[in-house]
């Protein structure tokens, strides 16, 4: 059975520049937007161009350089923001305008001191103005998560009749409960008049670390687009994790569900965006942190050296990573020293690793981790034949 695609929004810089002390000036930006190409992402989110002279010429100029991807320029629901985006656009290959307005309770009343009525009219004629402008119109209905899904639907159907091509369905307070928001994508598949026309996006925030689950559960109820940042980089907690996503489609292929990101390029990616924002990625981070595949349990350890699969369901390769690492700490087995001992050269036999392994624990346990040369001093003073040792 063929797959269908999901088609992956990167909104690293924009979203994911939002995060304080990430900012970034135009030839960083643009290193990382001919990166995002290069890894396969459908659509990249360049900035938001009335912002500031900078992000306008940061937009205007990944538009420039951009060879596959669709380039999006955020803008609100205001004609001059709309204007703005446009000429930023002017050169790109693929130019999609992203605008839209707060539909929730709290955002009409609190925000805009509006009514439905008028925020229903003012979606419309911010997308219908866009079109004027572009073929590629995507529409945020902002914080979605909470928005009466009856209201959510009219929204939706009146601006895909506008010319909206896609409807972001943002959970921007990282709210929803994975069950909530992919039941909220259903009801607008059986509900919106017209939604063929359109392609559903899951925009998902990271407040209750819920992200990356809520946009699986949106793609299997019917979305097709997930919006989301190298590393989960973004406002407060976070966004949708674009490694994350990619893998868990491609770990569970009976979801009939992928990507066209080139994974061998995930690691590196991360890397460079960690890099140029200033921003580590936490160790145990899912896909790309350090310890992603690293073992020091001596039961994991055995496991992984007897057959990879048995504590791995990502070979490291895929994603970029050259091999799993077998941390040797105080925890580990005589298998992960003898595998590691192998690796600097040494090849021991079954009473000469009794014995090598008895002086690595009096090592271990004054050390959190064995490296390389310790390996040799452990060796050097244990009272065996080196000789005989390859």
Known sequence: MSKDKVHIFDTTLRDGEQVPGCKLDTKQKLVIAERLDELGVDIIEAGFPISSPGDFKSV?????????????????????????AAEALKNAKRPRIHTGIGTSE???????????????????????????????????????GRTDNEFL???????????????????????????????????LKENVTGI????????????????????IAGV?????????????????AGNTSLEEVVMILRQHPYLNLDTDINSKLLYSTSQMVSHKMGMPVQPNKAIVGSNAFAHSSGIHQDGVIKKRETY??????DVGVDESSIVLTARSGRAALAYRAK????ELTKLQLDRVYDEF??????????????????????????????
Do not use: W
């Not at 009343?109 to 009514?115: A, E, G, H, I, P």
């Not at 299997?220 to 407060?236: F, K, W």
């Open 60 to 84: 205007q100029e990944i538009a420039e350089v951009v060879k596959h991807s669709t380039v999006c320029g955020l803008t609100r629901s205001v004609k001059k923001d709309i204007e703005v």
């Open 153 to 187: 639907a009219r929204v939706c159907e009146a601006v895909i009749k506008a010319g909206a091509t896609v409807l972001n369905i943002p959970d921007t307070t990282g709210y929803c409960l994975p069950e909530e928001y992919g039941a909220k994508m259903k009801y």
């Open 343 to 346: 690796k600097v050269g040494y």
């Open 220 to 236: 299997i109820n019917g979305a097709r687009q997930i919006e989301c940042t190298i590393n989960g980089i973004g406002e407060r």
């Open 196 to 215: 063929d026309k359109a392609v559903l996006s899951c925009h998902c925030h990271n407040d209750l670390g819920l992200a990356t689950a809520n946009s």
């Open 106 to 144: 709290s955002h009409i009343k609190y925000k805009f001191r509006s009514t439905q009525d008028k925020i229903l009219e003012r979606a419309v004629e911010a997308v219908a103005y866009a079109k004027k402008y572009v073929e590629d119109i995507e529409f945020y209905a902002e914080d979605a």
């Open 361 to 390: 624990l009096r090592f271990a346990d004054r050390k959190k981790e064995i490296k390389d040369e310790d390996i040799h001093k452990i060796v050097e003073t244990t009272d065996i034949n080196i000789e005989s040792l390859a």
């Open 312 to 317: 791995e369901i990502i070979d490291p390769e």
